[in-house]
């Protein structure tokens, strides 16, 4: 199984990434996804998690209305757009599936390596 996580980069403040998370191995759509976050000197954080069907989103505080968590089950991929870039989104993205989604992205099955996302002002 793997989450091979990718898209990230070097954006000025204002700018736009998608990032995408595309599994191989397992079936995606039987799992909810989850994109984390690790800024430099801090603990990984939880930015936004998508359910198995795609129908229910949730989002952190900080990047609501600026980044939008879709999939397309039928490319086993999920995306996560991110707007209005700022220096505080600064980090590693990872992204993360959990059988069923039961706990909706709180535990996870399956990790990703990470993407590398630089926001400089």
């Known amino acids: 199984v793997q989450l091979q996580a990718s898209g990230g980069g070097l954006v000025q403040a204002g700018g736009s990434l998608r990032l995408s998370c595309a599994a191989s191995?397992?079936?995606?759509?039987?799992?909810?996804v989850g994109w984390f976050r690790q800024a430099p000197g801090k603990e990984r954080e939880g930015v936004s998690c998508i359910n198995d069907s795609g129908a229910s989103t949730s989002y952190a505080d900080s990047v609501k209305g600026r980044f939008t968590i879709s999939r397309d089950n039928a490319k086993n991929t999920v995306y996560l757009q991110m707007n209005s870039l700022n220096p505080e989104d600064t980090g590693v993205y990872y992204c993360?599936?959990?059988?069923?989604?039961?706990?909706?992205?709180?535990?996870?099955?399956?990790w990703g390596q990470g993407t590398r996302v630089t926001v400089s002002s």
């Open positions: 993360a599936a959990e059988y069923l989604g039961i706990s909706k992205c709180l535990t996870n099955d399956y």
């Open positions: 191995g397992i079936t995606l759509r039987h799992y909810a």
